[in-house]
C-alpha cells in the first residue's frame, strides 16, 4: 500500500525534465568542456580494437551443422540465418544473417535533482565498434550475460539501483526494440530512475543535464545510441502546468522558434490530423492485413551470403557484413575479449519530415518492416535508409539527400551500438517544410504530433529505434541562454 | 490530409459510450426480449454439432513426421506440441497440445446513433462449441481464412465496412490477444466503427445499446467471447466532460452504489496506488527478470500426452483434450464442417478482487505467464483459474471459492469461444472488499484503477483476454433507471 507521500510523489512524476532541457549549464561539468572530459577518459585508459580471422575468434565458433556463430557458453549472441517472406511494402523474400539475442538487458540511468534541477549520471564507456571509442553512455549499459557474470568478469557498476528491490523513483521503465535489420527480436530495458541520496563518484562518470545532453549531442559520435534511446522517453514538455511553472506558458504559445514549435508540438494530443483512435486503427490495420513470415534457417546455406576466413557477406560486397575484432580495455569487466560484430558499408540516413498542420507541428511517420522486429511493423522515421538493403529509393528521400534551402533543423552524425556495430554510423536529420507545402501521403504513412508519438513511447515496442534516437536529439536551442 | 469535420469528429471521439451504457432499453429491440430473440434464432436454424473420431474428419489429418494436426490447405490452425520452460512465478517445464494460428482475424462491430444513442450491431451466431450454441456476436467476426475465403464459402456479411478503404469513424481499433493457454501467439483485430449510414438489417442482426448488452451480459452464455473483448475496450466513462455534458457530474462525485464507484475508477489514472510510470516498471522488471523459453514441439513426442482414435488427452485425463467434432449449419458461410477442437475438464473462474484506496475503487491485476502468451507476461484477473493447469491453488482463490457476506458484485457464468472451445465456460467473478481489509501484495501482483486498466487497454498486448472479458461485464446497473 501506498503512502500519503508515494502518493504525493506520483503527481510530481513527469515534471522537471523540461526544466532539465533548458538547464544550457549543470553544477557538475561546464558544457564546453564536456569533449574535453570525454577526451581525457579516453586518453587515460589503453584501449585497442583489431578486426581479426575468425579463426582467432576465443570461445567463439561456427557449429559444424548449422554454420550459425556462437560462443562457448550458449550465452550473449548468435550469428543465424533468416528468411523473411513479406508483403510489405512490397512483396519480398530476404535472406541475411541476423544476431539473435534473446536476453533483455539494462539501459539504465541514474538521475538527481542538484539545486532542484534534474542531472543524469553519464558514463565515459569504451565500446569496440565505435568511431572514438569511448561515448556518452547510461550509467549502466549490461547484457543479461553480463550482469549474471556470464563472462567471469566484475559486476557492473551502480547494477544494484537496477534490480529487484529497485531504488529509486521511476521515471521511465519500459522495454523498448533495437535495430530489426541486424537483431532477432531484441529488447532492452530503458530505464531512468531519480534518486535522492549522493552516489559515490567515480572518475569515469559524471552528472549532465538533459540541456547539455541535447548540447553534446550537436557533436557526432559523442552520445551512444543507449543513452539517445532512454533519453528519448522524456518528453521535452510533458503538460501545460509544467510550463506555467517555470512561467513561460505565454512564450510557448507564440514563439516563432523550432523550440517553441516542437514544445507546441510535444503537448498536442488532440486537434491533430488524427486522432489517437486513427493513428491505432492505422497501425493495426497495416499489421493486420501484412503478412510477414519470419524462420529463422541455418546461415550454412543462406542464398547469397558467403563466409570467408574473414567475413560473411553478401555477394555483391554490399549492405553489410559480419567480422571478428579482438579488443582490449583496462577498465572493462573483463580486460581482453574477441566477438563477432556487424560492419555496415556505408553511412545510414534517418531522418523526419516535419510541416504544420494548423500550427502544430507534425512528424511524417514511416509504418517500417524490418526483418527481426519483434512485432511486425513499428513506427519509424520518414525515410529509414542504408544503401544495400531492400528498399533501394524509399519515398521522400530526395528532401534529405537535396533539403530545401533553409529547412535543415537538425543534422548531425551519430553512432549505432559500439558493442554489436564496428563503426556504423548514421546521419540524423529533420526537415522542416512550410505549412502551405503540399505532401501527398504515401501508403503507411502518416502525419503525427510530437505529443502524440510520446503517447505510443510510453508503451512498448511502437516506435522504433531509429525514430527514438532522432527524436532524443531534438532539443530547445534557442531557448537556452535567453535565445 | 484531414479536413477541419475530420478534425472536429476526432475531438468528438471517445464520447457516448456513457450515455449507451446507462441506455437500459433501445429503440429496436425490447430488452427483456433477447434472450427470446436469441431463442427464435435459434429455432429458424437448423443447427447440430457431434463429436466424431479423428479418421472422421474431413479434410483435416495428423502430419506423418511430427503428428501435428493440421488442415489440407495449411490454413485455419494446426494442432502441435508446445515446451515451456520458465522461472515465473515458479520454475517449470510445461508440455502441452497448443492451437497455431498464426494469421489475424476481424472481430468488428458496427456502430450508430440512433436518436443520438450509440447502438451496436450484434449477431445471432452459431458456433459448434457454444453450450446454446447461439449467441451474441460481433457484427463480424471472421479469420484470415475466413475473409479471404480458403473455405470456398460466402463472404462474411458487412466485411467490407472493416476492409481496406475502412468505412466509417474508428471508436477503436486495436489486435489484442486471446487465450495464452491454448492458442500460440493468437491475436485478432478487435475494431468498431461508427457509421452513419442505415444498414440493410437482416434477420439474425439486431441493435443493441451497451446498456442492453450489459444486461444480456448478466444471463449465462448469452453474449460471446468476442464480443466481450471488443466492448472492453470502451470505456465506461472518459473524461468528467462526458459526465458533465449528461449532468451527472455531482451524482457521480458522491454516489454510494457500486455503479458510481466504477465510475470514479474509471475515470482515476492520477492519485492511484501506483504511477502509470510504476505499473510500466512494474511490468517491465517480470518481463526483463523472467527467463521463458517457447519451443515448439511435434505434438507426436509430448511427453505425458497420449493420442486415441476420439481425443488427444493428458495421461491422468485432467485439464483439457483436443476432440474432433462435425458441425452442420444452414446459415454459415459453409453448410457443413468438422474441425478439431479443445474440451476442458472443468469450469474455470476468473475473477478481480476490488477494493477502494483513498475512496478510489482498484482491480488487483495479476502480471499472469501463459504457454502461448504474444509477450510473455499480461496483465490478469486476481484469480485466472482452471482446474489441471500448472499453478494448482492460485493466491487468492479463497476470496472467490469463499466470498465474505456480502462482497459479491459480479457472478456469471460466460462460455469461451465456441469456434476453438467445446462448451468451456468461465465463471466470471468481482468480489469487493471494504477499504479497511488488509490485504498481502503476493509478488507479481498489483493495484490498478479502471482508469489505469483502460490506459493499457488502448495498446496492444497488455491485458489479456480473460481480464477483458470480465471488464466487459462491468455495468452500471444501479444506474439504469432511476436505481
Same mark, same amino acid.
Given at each position: 500500500?501506498?503512502?500519503?507521500?508515494?502518493?504525493?510523489?506520483?503527481?510530481?512524476?513527469?515534471?522537471?525534465? %523540461?526544466?532539465?532541457?533548458?538547464?544550457?549549464?549543470?553544477? +557538475?561539468?561546464?558544457?564546453s568542456?564536456?569533449?574535453? =572530459?570525454?577526451?581525457?577518459?579516453?586518453?587515460? &585508459?589503453?584501449?585497442?580494437?583489431?578486426?581479426?580471422?575468425?579463426?582467432?575468434?576465443?570461445? =567463439?565458433?561456427?557449429?559444424?551443422?548449422?554454420g550459425?556463430?556462437?560462443?562457448?557458453?550458449?550465452r550473449?549472441?548468435?550469428?543465424?540465418?533468416?528468411?523473411?517472406t513479406?508483403?510489405?511494402?512490397?512483396?519480398?523474400t530476404?535472406?541475411?544473417?541476423?544476431?539473435?539475442?534473446?536476453?533483455?538487458?539494462? %539501459?539504465?540511468?541514474?538521475?538527481?535533482?542538484?539545486?532542484?534541477?534534474?542531472?543524469?549520471?553519464?558514463?565515459?564507456?569504451?565500446?569496440?565498434?565505435?568511431?572514438?571509442?569511448v561515448q556518452?553512455?547510461?550509467?549502466?549499459?549490461?547484457?543479461?550475460?553480463?550482469?549474471?557474470?556470464?563472462?567471469?568478469?566484475?559486476? $557492473?557498476?551502480?547494477?544494484?539501483?537496477?534490480?529487484?528491490?529497485?531504488r529509486?523513483?521511476?521515471?521511465?521503465?519500459?522495454l523498448?526494440?533495437?535495430?530489426?535489420?541486424?537483431?532477432?527480436r531484441?529488447r532492452?530495458?530503458?530505464?531512468?530512475?531519480?534518486?535522492?541520496?549522493?552516489?559515490?563518484?567515480?572518475?569515469?562518470?559524471? =552528472?549532465?543535464?538533459?540541456?547539455?545532453?541535447?548540447?553534446? %549531442?550537436?557533436?557526432? &559520435?559523442?552520445?551512444n545510441?543507449?543513452?539517445?534511446t532512454? %533519453?528519448s522517453?522524456l518528453?521535452?514538455?510533458?503538460?501545460?502546468?509544467?510550463l506555467?511553472?517555470?512561467?513561460?506558458? /505565454?512564450r510557448a504559445?507564440s514563439?516563432?522558434?523550432?523550440?517553441g514549435a516542437l514544445?507546441?508540438?510535444?503537448?498536442?494530443?488532440?486537434?491533430c490530423?488524427?486522432?489517437a483512435?486513427?493513428?491505432?486503427?492505422w497501425?493495426? +490495420?497495416?499489421k493486420?492485413?501484412?503478412?510477414?513470415?519470419?524462420? /529463422?534457417?541455418p546461415?550454412?546455406?543462406?542464398p547469397?551470403?558467403?563466409?570467408?576466413?574473414?567475413?560473411? &557477406?553478401?555477394?555483391?560486397?554490399g549492405?553489410?557484413?559480419?567480422?571478428?575484432?579482438?579488443?582490449?580495455?583496462?577498465?572493462?569487466?573483463?580486460?581482453? =575479449?574477441?566477438?563477432?560484430? #556487424?560492419?555496415?558499408?556505408?553511412?545510414?540516413?534517418?531522418?523526419?519530415?516535419?510541416?504544420?498542420?494548423d500550427?502544430?507541428?507534425?512528424?511524417l511517420?514511416q509504418g517500417? @518492416?524490418e526483418?527481426?522486429?519483434?512485432d @511486425?511493423?513499428? @513506427?519509424?522515421?520518414? #525515410?529509414q535508409?542504408? $544503401?544495400?538493403?531492400?528498399?533501394?529509393?524509399?519515398?521522400?528521400?530526395?528532401?534529405?539527400?537535396?533539403?530545401p534551402?533553409?529547412?535543415?533543423?537538425?543534422?548531425?552524425?551519430?553512432? /549505432?551500438?559500439?558493442?554489436?556495430?564496428?563503426h556504423?554510423?548514421?546521419?540524423? @536529420?529533420v526537415?522542416?517544410?512550410?505549412?502551405?507545402?503540399?505532401?501527398?501521403?504515401?501508403?503507411?504513412?502518416?502525419?503525427?504530433s510530437?505529443?502524440?508519438?510520446?503517447?505510443?513511447?510510453?508503451?512498448?515496442?511502437?516506435?522504433n529505434?531509429?525514430?527514438?534516437?532522432?527524436?532524443?536529439?531534438?532539443g530547445?536551442?534557442e531557448?537556452?541562454g535567453?535565445?
Amino acid at each position: 500500500v501506498a503512502s500519503a507521500d508515494a502518493r504525493r510523489a506520483n503527481l510530481r512524476a513527469g515534471k522537471g525534465f %523540461l526544466a532539465s532541457a533548458l538547464a544550457g549549464e549543470g553544477r +557538475c561539468v561546464p558544457t564546453s568542456a564536456i569533449q574535453a =572530459w570525454l577526451e581525457d577518459r579516453r586518453r587515460s &585508459h589503453r584501449f585497442s580494437v583489431r578486426p581479426i580471422p575468425f579463426d582467432r575468434l576465443q570461445s =567463439w565458433s561456427f557449429d559444424s551443422d548449422t554454420g550459425n556463430l556462437h560462443h562457448a557458453t550458449g550465452r550473449f549472441f548468435t550469428v543465424e540465418g533468416l528468411r523473411v517472406t513479406t508483403n510489405y511494402p512490397a512483396p519480398a523474400t530476404l535472406c541475411q544473417p541476423i544476431l539473435n539475442q534473446p536476453e533483455i538487458g539494462i %539501459l539504465g540511468i541514474l538521475a538527481r535533482r542538484i539545486d532542484g534541477v534534474l542531472h543524469f549520471l553519464m558514463q565515459a564507456k569504451m565500446e569496440p565498434g565505435n568511431i572514438n571509442l569511448v561515448q556518452l553512455s547510461p550509467t549502466v549499459q549490461a547484457t543479461r550475460s553480463n550482469y549474471t557474470q556470464v563472462h567471469r568478469g566484475a559486476r $557492473p557498476r551502480y547494477l544494484e539501483y537496477f534490480v529487484e528491490p529497485r531504488r529509486g523513483r521511476v521515471l521511465a521503465d519500459q522495454l523498448q526494440s533495437e535495430q530489426g535489420a541486424f537483431f532477432l527480436r531484441k529488447r532492452n530495458r530503458n530505464v531512468i530512475l531519480e534518486v535522492e541520496e549522493e552516489i559515490p563518484p567515480h572518475e569515469d562518470y559524471c =552528472w549532465l543535464t538533459l540541456g547539455q545532453l541535447k548540447a553534446a %549531442l550537436r557533436t557526432a &559520435h559523442a552520445v551512444n545510441m543507449d543513452t539517445r534511446t532512454v %533519453l528519448s522517453l522524456l518528453p521535452l514538455a510533458s503538460s501545460h502546468l509544467e510550463l506555467e511553472a517555470l512561467g513561460l506558458a /505565454e512564450r510557448a504559445r507564440s514563439d516563432g522558434s523550432f523550440a517553441g514549435a516542437l514544445l507546441r508540438s510535444s503537448l498536442a494530443t488532440s486537434g491533430c490530423v488524427s486522432s489517437a483512435e486513427e493513428l491505432a486503427s492505422w497501425l493495426t +490495420c497495416l499489421k493486420a492485413f501484412s503478412e510477414i513470415e519470419v524462420r /529463422e534457417v541455418p546461415l550454412r546455406s543462406l542464398p547469397g551470403w558467403t563466409r570467408d576466413e574473414h567475413s560473411i &557477406h553478401r555477394d555483391d560486397g554490399g549492405y553489410f557484413s559480419v567480422i571478428a575484432i579482438s579488443a582490449e580495455a583496462d577498465n572493462r569487466e573483463v580486460p581482453g =575479449w574477441s566477438q563477432p560484430i #556487424v560492419r555496415t558499408h556505408a553511412t545510414g540516413i534517418s531522418g523526419f519530415l516535419v510541416k504544420p498542420f494548423d500550427g502544430i507541428l507534425h512528424f511524417l511517420v514511416q509504418g517500417h @518492416m524490418e526483418p527481426g522486429i519483434f512485432d @511486425m511493423i513499428e @513506427m519509424a522515421p520518414t #525515410v529509414q535508409f542504408l $544503401p544495400g538493403s531492400a528498399v533501394q529509393t524509399p519515398p521522400y528521400l530526395d528532401f534529405f539527400l537535396d533539403p530545401p534551402p533553409g529547412s535543415l533543423r537538425l543534422d548531425g552524425l551519430q553512432s /549505432e551500438e559500439g558493442g554489436r556495430f564496428y563503426h556504423y554510423q548514421t546521419r540524423n @536529420m529533420v526537415v522542416e517544410l512550410p505549412e502551405t507545402a503540399d505532401v501527398e501521403l504515401a501508403r503507411g504513412y502518416v502525419w503525427m504530433s510530437l505529443g502524440q508519438i510520446n503517447q505510443f513511447l510510453r508503451y512498448n515496442n511502437f516506435v522504433n529505434i531509429e525514430a527514438r534516437g532522432l527524436i532524443a536529439c531534438l532539443g530547445l536551442d534557442e531557448w537556452i541562454g535567453g535565445g
